[in-house]
């Protein structure tokens, strides 16, 4: 968007996946001495990780392993949700390799977790997990001269994708010429209560809610009692 106007873009899917580091936590269960938990944090919320690679240090092992997050319902309360499996093993003597997760969806949130069953064996050692995401680009048109800034709006599941004319010739936009933009900073466009609630989940949200309910209702108690009565 520029001096509100809608600019028309084309969306470039690149054979491109670049990687990001991931620290992991342990996220074990005491309840569940037989299962081992790594939670992983994304850089924010939503990253579109496809892939997740690791090393192990153990050097036998036959792991199911699955990866999942958690996401809150409408109502705010929170479940797993599956976002891939795979089965890893290693022998010894094995040329020292890396272990990769698929993911068949792409996160929600900021936290996953991979975590497998153990059985009677000792837990296994992973380390150097890295994340890989593939690389999109956006591409559109615009005066070299112009000073107006470019305005990227995005997080709206509900918004429809824009069908442009441009991409009849989406061929001849993708071998021309480029020039690279940097992005500034992010900024929340949402309103003060949205994001609020956003940072409330499960009763909290509900007692939120309540209390607003219960401000409204005092507020329009107040206004009908200075309303002159009628003669």
Not at 79 to 85: Q, S, T, W, Y
């Amino acid at each position: 968007m520029t001096q509100d106007r809608q600019l028309p873009f084309l969306l470039e899917h690149t054979s491109i996946s670049r990687s990001l580091p991931l620290t992991p936590t342990s996220a074990n269960d005491p309840k569940k001495p037989r299962l081992s938990r790594w939670s992983l944090k994304l850089p924010q919320a939503g990253v579109p990780i496809a892939r997740i690679i690791c090393a192990a240090r153990s050097a036998l092992f036959q792991r199911e392993m699955r990866l999942w997050e958690e996401v809150a319902d409408e109502r705010g309360d929170t479940f797993p949700r599956e976002l891939g499996r795979g089965t890893w093993k290693k022998v010894p003597g094995e040329t020292t390799r890396e272990f990769a997760i698929q993911l068949d969806v792409a996160p929600k949130s900021g936290t996953l977790f991979l975590e497998t069953e153990n059985g009677d064996n000792p837990p296994i050692d992973l380390h150097d997990f890295n994340g890989y995401y593939p690389v999109t680009r956006l591409i559109f048109k615009a005066a070299s001269d112009s000073t107006q800034p470019i305005w990227i709006y995005y997080g709206n599941p509900e918004a429809a994708s824009p069908r442009y004319d441009v991409t009849l010739i989406a061929d001849q936009l993708l071998r021309a010429e480029r020039a690279s933009t940097t992005l500034g900073a992010q900024e929340n466009m949402g309103s003060k209560t949205e994001r609020i609630t956003q940072t409330l989940s499960g009763s909290a949200r509900y007692i939120f809610w309540g209390v607003l309910g219960v401000v409204v209702v005092a507020l329009l108690l107040l206004i009908s009692r200075l309303l002159p009565k009628a003669q």
